[in-house]
């Protein structure tokens, strides 16, 4: 074996390498009892998620209309149920995709301005009344719109004889009734968010002479940005799920959102339309799926740096 020359002039053999030892293999029992129950509860659970989804689509795919048919999974795979959707004079289920879009889309877009602009005024403003109403937003919450009902029927029947565009039936009175409960648990998970960005930032704009308003659009928003997608993505999954309030306000069929005009494909009492309901609520999935996937970059840590209130 060849010697190395050193620097100083002297020679050492090289060294041995060593063998690392080869850990032991655990116990079966000691591995289970340490990581792998958890593996078996992802599982089941991740199962348990699954099948509803998984019946759901079958359902959608078997044109019997009933969901018996549809007990063994993708037993028959048939388009007919969403032929059936797209065909029927009397359910236009094309025109209610497009209103779910138009009024989950303008809503959750209100929700988030309104709700940056309240929080970004709790986080960076100090006046009399702050943390009341900070705890009054979160106290309002125990009382959902939903027992407001007839409160909102009667508000919007009266509206209707002043400003027809505002009153029932019309898609911008409904659209102001979701924005009156924007605020709340929302504007508290921002406030929580803003509350990790630096004041020194807002400090130095000011030293350059910038306002509130400039601060707010120039600065602070780019920088909340996780926290904007996370409650525009709750507030379109809600509104886009939202069947009381809606059927309510909504009374033509031709202004109705997906929730409202799949009802009726399973509204009589025998009813034989199970499939088409499922087709429906199958493409009814897809643009919220969609948002998700899109957004999924800024779920984790807007939900993650909102928990914390600084």
Do not use: C
């Not at 509860?41 to 199962?47: C, K, R, S």
């Not at 309240?118 to 006046?127: C, D, E, G, N, V």
């Not at 999954?237 to 009802?263: C, H, K, N, R």
């Amino acid at each position: 074996m060849s010697k190395v020359q050193l620097a100083t002039g002297t020679t050492a053999a090289p060294e041995t390498p060593r063998i690392l030892p080869v850990p032991a293999r655990r116990p079966f029992l000691v591995w289970f009892k340490d990581k792998g129950w958890r593996h078996v509860v992802g599982v089941v659970f991740t199962i348990f998620a699954i099948f509803p989804l998984l019946y759901v689509l079958s359902a959608a795919l078997d044109s019997s209309g009933t969901l018996v048919g549809s007990n063994s999974l993708f037993s028959r795979i048939d388009p007919g149920n969403f032929v059936a959707l797209f065909n029927d004079p009397a359910r236009p289920f094309g025109r209610w995709f497009v209103n779910t879009l138009v009024v989950g889309g303008i809503t959750s877009a209100a929700t988030v301005f309104l709700g940056a602009m309240a929080a970004y005024a709790f986080s960076r403003m100090r006046f009399k009344g702050r943390r009341i109403g900070l705890l009054s937003l979160l106290l309002l919450q125990m009382f959902p719109q939903l027992l407001a009902v007839v409160a909102i029927f009667l508000l919007l029947s009266g509206i209707s004889e002043v400003i027809p565009a505002l009153g029932l039936g019309s898609q911008l009175g409904l659209i102001m009734v979701y924005l009156g409960g924007a605020l709340g648990v929302n504007t508290y998970l921002m406030y929580g968010f803003f509350n990790t960005v630096p004041q020194s930032l807002d400090e130095a704009a000011r030293i350059d002479g910038a306002s509130h308003v400039q601060i707010f659009f120039g600065i602070v928003l780019r920088l909340v940005t996780p926290i904007l997608a996370v409650v525009g993505l709750l507030a379109f999954i809600g509104i886009s799920s939202e069947f009381v309030i809606a059927s309510v306000v909504l009374t033509d069929p031709d202004s109705q959102t997906l929730a409202v005009g799949l009802y009726s494909y399973v509204a009589q009492q025998r009813s034989e339309n199970w499939g088409v309901f499922a087709a429906g609520a199958v493409i009814a999935a897809i643009p919220v799926m969609a948002l998700f996937l899109y957004l999924q970059k800024y779920i984790v840590s807007g939900l993650t740096a909102g928990s914390v209130k600084g």
